[in-house]
């Protein structure tokens, strides 16, 4: 069977309150599903508003954006994580004013920022938002943001980029050392400066209290709250505790998927997901 590819609508410009140019795509028709991404990415690089499209962009509109600072979208400082939020609302009020909105990693967690700020979000589905809740993984060092600010500042960005793959994501620092000079590593090079605002996203959520999270409970949007199967342990802890704080959540295990997920693994529910009436 022939697998079709989605071609997006040109690069279109959404105006941020401070100015800031957001610059995004469209694929396939219907309702507007926003996809916020996590660290580092954006959508020169991800694939995924693409794959998901070629499963159901017949019945949505996938919305794909560069956050501030990454691909063609600009980055007015000083940067505050509302700034972000607004990023977000700039782009659901040029896509029709409402939209459902997925999260992936702590791209999540600027989802739930935008629903705490009342932002016109349907429904809210959220991937591995990476909270650190207890002990089952070391807590991010007090320092973390301004260590990411300092080294993307410096004459080696890519020094923030291990960091945050080391000291962020736990790989291995030998593996990590390895991935330098790779094709791959240099559009990641080129973003350094943003992961400080992934870190200030996060803020105090990785620190090993599971309390941080109860500020979430006053999100009322229906939220479809997923990780992976194979994903490590303290990840699952966290997804369940916020899952537990959500007012309106339903919880689900996507079966061999880790970290980075497939969008064939995605697809499926979303479009039942988002396909429900809201009760």
Same mark, same amino acid.
């Given at each position: 069977?022939?697998?079709? &590819?989605?071609?997006?609508?040109?690069?279109? $410009?959404?105006?941020?309150?401070?100015?800031?140019? $957001?610059?995004?795509?469209?694929? /396939?028709?219907?309702?507007? !599903?926003?996809?916020?991404?996590?660290?580092?990415?954006?959508?020169?690089?991800?694939?995924?508003?693409?794959?998901?499209?070629?499963? !159901?962009?017949?019945?949505?509109? !996938?919305?794909?954006?560069?956050?501030?600072?990454?691909?063609?979208?600009?980055?007015?400082?000083?940067?505050?994580?509302?700034?972000? =939020?607004?990023?977000?609302?700039?782009?659901?009020?040029?896509?029709?004013?409402?939209?459902?909105?997925?999260?992936?990693?702590?791209? @999540?967690?600027? @989802?739930?920022?935008? @629903?705490?700020?009342?932002?016109? $979000?349907?429904? %809210?589905?959220?991937?591995?938002?990476?909270?650190?809740?207890?002990? *089952?993984?070391?807590?991010?060092? !007090?320092?973390?943001?301004?260590?990411?600010?300092?080294?993307?500042?410096?004459?080696?960005?890519?020094?923030?980029?291990?960091?945050? %793959? #080391?000291?962020?994501?736990?790989?291995?620092?030998?593996? =990590?050392?390895?991935?330098?000079?790779?094709?791959?590593?240099?559009?990641?090079?080129?973003? @350094?400066? #943003?992961?400080?605002?992934?870190?200030?996203?996060?803020?105090?959520?990785?620190?090993?209290?599971?309390? *941080?999270?109860?500020?979430?409970?006053?999100?009322?949007?229906?939220?479809?709250?997923?990780?992976?199967?194979?994903?490590? /342990?303290?990840?699952?802890? /966290? =997804?369940?505790?916020?899952?537990?704080?959500?007012?309106?959540?339903?919880?689900?295990?996507?079966? /061999?998927? &880790?970290?980075?997920?497939?969008?064939?693994?995605?697809?499926?529910?979303?479009?039942?997901?988002?396909?429900?009436?809201?009760?």
């Amino acid at each position: 069977m022939e697998t079709r &590819t989605e071609t997006p609508t040109r690069t279109e $410009i959404a105006t941020s309150a401070d100015g800031t140019q $957001i610059a995004f795509s469209r694929y /396939g028709e219907g309702p507007t !599903i926003a996809l916020v991404d996590g660290a580092t990415s954006y959508r020169a690089i991800n694939p995924s508003a693409a794959q998901l499209a070629d499963s !159901i962009g017949s019945k949505f509109s !996938i919305v794909a954006y560069d956050r501030r600072g990454r691909g063609e979208s600009t980055d007015v400082q000083p940067y505050a994580v509302e700034r972000e =939020v607004e990023d977000l609302a700039a782009v659901i009020d040029a896509t029709g004013g409402r939209a459902f909105v997925v999260g992936t990693s702590s791209g @999540a967690v600027l @989802a739930l920022h935008a @629903a705490a700020a009342g932002l016109p $979000i349907t429904k %809210l589905a959220l991937y591995e938002p990476p909270f650190i809740i207890d002990d *089952t993984r070391p807590p991010l060092p !007090i320092d973390y943001v301004p260590q990411l600010r300092a080294r993307a500042a410096s004459k080696d960005p890519g020094s923030a980029v291990e960091y945050f %793959l #080391t000291v962020g994501i736990g790989m291995p620092a030998e593996q =990590v050392k390895g991935m330098r000079g790779q094709p791959f590593f240099a559009p990641l090079e080129g973003v @350094a400066h #943003t992961i400080a605002y992934d870190g200030q996203v996060m803020g105090d959520m990785m620190d090993g209290r599971p309390e *941080t999270l109860l500020r979430w409970d006053s999100v009322e949007a229906p939220t479809l709250v997923l990780d992976g199967s194979d994903s490590e /342990g303290w990840m699952h802890h /966290g =997804v369940d505790a916020l899952a537990k704080i959500l007012p309106n959540a339903e919880r689900r295990t996507l079966f /061999g998927q &880790t970290h980075q997920l497939e969008a064939s693994a995605l697809a499926p529910e979303l479009e039942s997901f988002f396909s429900e009436s809201p009760p």
